[in-house]
C-alpha cells in the first residue's frame, strides 16, 4: 500500500475568538506585531483545528416573509496584497464553477490587460460616489488612495443563482461586511512568509516602486487584522492545494 502523502505547506487554520474582540477592533491601530507566521488571537496560538461550517446566505424558505430563494453562499476573500488572491480564484473557479468572483466597483485604473465589467467596474469618483449615495453598495473603502466597492446587486444576483460569491475585499470592507452578513464564510489567505510577500510584491510589475512601499506597510496591519478576525487562515504556498483547502472550507 502506497503511504500517503504527508500535508504539510498549505494548511487551514481555523481560529475561534474567544475574546470577541474583533469586532470592537480600530481601523488601524491592531498592527500590535501578530506574526503572520505564527498565527495568534490575543497571544494565544490558534488551534490547529476544523471548524465544520455550514452557512447558508439567507433565509430559512420555511420562515414566514421569505420571499427570494436565496441558496448562494457568500465568502469574504481577504490577503494582503501580492500574496495571490486572483490567481487563487481563477484557479478554484476553474475547479468549481459555482465560485464567481462579484465584480466590485473601483476609481482605480485599469492594469494592463484588466477588463470593465469583468476584473472592476471602473468608475470615475463621481459615478461612485453617486451609487455609494444611493445605497449601491454594500460597503467602500478607500485602499491606496482608490474607492473600492461591492456592488449589491452584483453580489445578490450571484446568491440568487445560487452561486458561491466570493467578495475579494480589504480587511476594513471584510469586518463591514462581517458586521452586516453575519452568515459569510470569512478566508484570509496568509503568505508563507513576509519576506516572500515583499518578493513577489517586488516582482509584479503593475505597481510602481512608491506604490509597492505603501502595500507593504497595508500588508502589517492586513495581516494583524485577518488573523484575528477571520475564521480559516489558508497558507498560499501552492495554488492546487491553496484551492484543495478552499473546496474542504466550502465542504467542510
Ligand atoms: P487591487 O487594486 O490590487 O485590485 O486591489 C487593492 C485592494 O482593494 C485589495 O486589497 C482588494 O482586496 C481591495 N478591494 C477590491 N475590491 C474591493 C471592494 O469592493 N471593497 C473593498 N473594501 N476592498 C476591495
Known amino acids: 500500500m502506497r503511504a500517503r502523502p504527508k500535508r504539510e505547506a498549505t494548511a487551514v487554520i481555523s481560529c475561534a475568538d474567544p475574546s470577541g474582540t474583533c469586532r470592537a477592533l480600530p481601523d488601524t491601530g491592531v498592527a500590535s506585531g501578530t506574526p503572520a507566521n505564527g498565527i495568534s488571537r490575543s497571544g494565544t496560538p490558534c488551534p490547529w483545528i476544523w471548524l465544520p461550517l455550514r452557512r447558508v446566505s439567507g433565509r430559512s424558505p420555511r420562515k414566514r416573509g421569505y420571499r427570494h430563494p436565496v441558496t448562494g453562499r457568500l465568502v469574504i476573500f481577504s490577503g494582503p496584497s501580492g500574496v495571490g488572491k486572483d490567481t487563487v480564484l481563477d484557479a478554484w473557479r476553474l475547479r468549481n464553477p459555482l465560485v464567481q468572483r462579484v465584480v466590485a466597483a473601483t476609481t482605480r485604473a485599469p492594469r494592463p490587460g484588466e477588463v470593465d465589467g469583468v476584473d472592476y467596474h471602473f468608475l470615475t469618483r463621481e459615478a461612485f460616489l453617486n451609487k455609494a449615495n444611493c445605497n449601491e453598495m454594500l460597503e467602500f473603502k478607500e485602499v491606496f488612495g482608490n ?12 446568491l440568487a443563482e445560487g452561486k458561491v460569491a466570493i467578495l475579494k475585499i480589504d480587511v476594513q470592507g471584510g469586518l463591514e461586511v462581517m458586521a452586516k ?21 517586488r516582482a509584479r510589475s503593475t505597481d510602481d516602486p512608491e506604490d509597492i512601499e505603501v502595500r507593504l506597510k497595508a500588508a502589517h496591519t492586513e495581516l494583524a487584522i485577518g488573523t484575528t478576525c477571520y475564521e480559516h487562515l489558508v497558507l498560499n504556498v501552492e495554488v492546487d492545494r491553496t484551492v484543495d483547502e478552499l473546496e474542504a472550507i466550502l465542504n467542510g
Open 147 to 158: 474607492l473600492y466597492g461591492t456592488p449589491v446587486e452584483g453580489m445578490e444576483r450571484l
Open 181 to 201: 452578513r453575519p452568515g459569510a464564510v470569512t478566508v484570509f489567505l496568509l503568505p508563507p512568509s513576509k519576506a516572500e510577500l515583499e518578493d513577489r510584491l
